[in-house]
Structure formats: C-alpha cells, structure tokens
C-alpha cells in the first residue's frame, strides 16, 4: 500500500558525488522514519542513515562527514548526499520508511524500495 521509487544511482569515479531520492506514495497518513540502507554483492544489509520526520538523524560511522540525508515531509521524499565516493561504497542502495498508513486502525508500515544501484570506480 505504500510504494517507495528511488532514482539517482549510477557510475561514479573516486572521490565523486552523488545524490539519491527515494519519493514515497500511497495510503499514507504520515511517515515518521525514512532511511537508507545499502548491500554490497555477497553481504549483509547494513545501514547507511536514517532521518525522522522532525530531522533527527543518525549515520553509520563508515559514512559520517561524507554522506548527509535530509528529507521533504510535504513531498514523502528522501534523499541522500554522497561525496567523496569510494570504490567500497559500491553497493544497492535500498530507500526505507516506516509510518502509518491512512486507514481507520492507522496501521503501522514498514516498506522498501526496489534499489539503485550505485558504483564507485575509475
């Protein structure tokens, strides 16, 4: 019932940026958590940073000082800043929100999007 597009990925060289959006839509009645997270081929999913609807944020410590995520409450959109790209940043990077969604029980959602693929290499 809530659909997460994420859009911004691609190739990048060393020490580049990028900037990702992740839009959210659906049967919303508010979000009060958007995040990144990322998966690098053969790994786990791990966390890159999360922001709630009143702008706290919290990164991983592999991406303090270089990646910086901000949000659009009125558009349920995130983004996410990356410079100084490395070659390990190389991953899917999946946009995520939990909320409640518009119904008379207000229920709790969790959702993800479908991933961009983001790659750092010259």
């Known amino acids: 019932q809530v659909q997460l597009v994420e859009s911004g990925g691609g190739l990048v060289q060393p020490g580049g940026s990028l900037r990702l959006s992740c839009a959210a839509s659906?049967?919303?009645?508010?979000?009060?958590?958007m995040g990144w997270y990322r998966q690098a081929h053969g790994k786990q999913r791990e966390l890159v940073a999360t922001i709630t609807s009143g702008g706290s944020t919290n990164y991983a410590d592999s991406m303090k000082g270089r990646f910086t995520i901000s949000r659009d409450n009125a558009k349920n959109t995130v983004y996410l800043q990356m410079n100084s790209l490395k070659p390990e940043d190389t991953a899917v990077y999946y946009c995520?929100?939990?909320?409640?969604?518009?119904?008379?029980?207000?229920?709790?959602?969790?959702?993800w999007g479908q991933g961009t693929q983001v790659t750092v290499s010259s």
């Open positions: 659906g049967n919303i009645f508010s979000i009060y958590m």
């Open positions: 995520n929100a939990q909320g409640l969604l518009a119904t008379m029980a207000k229920t709790g959602f969790t959702s």
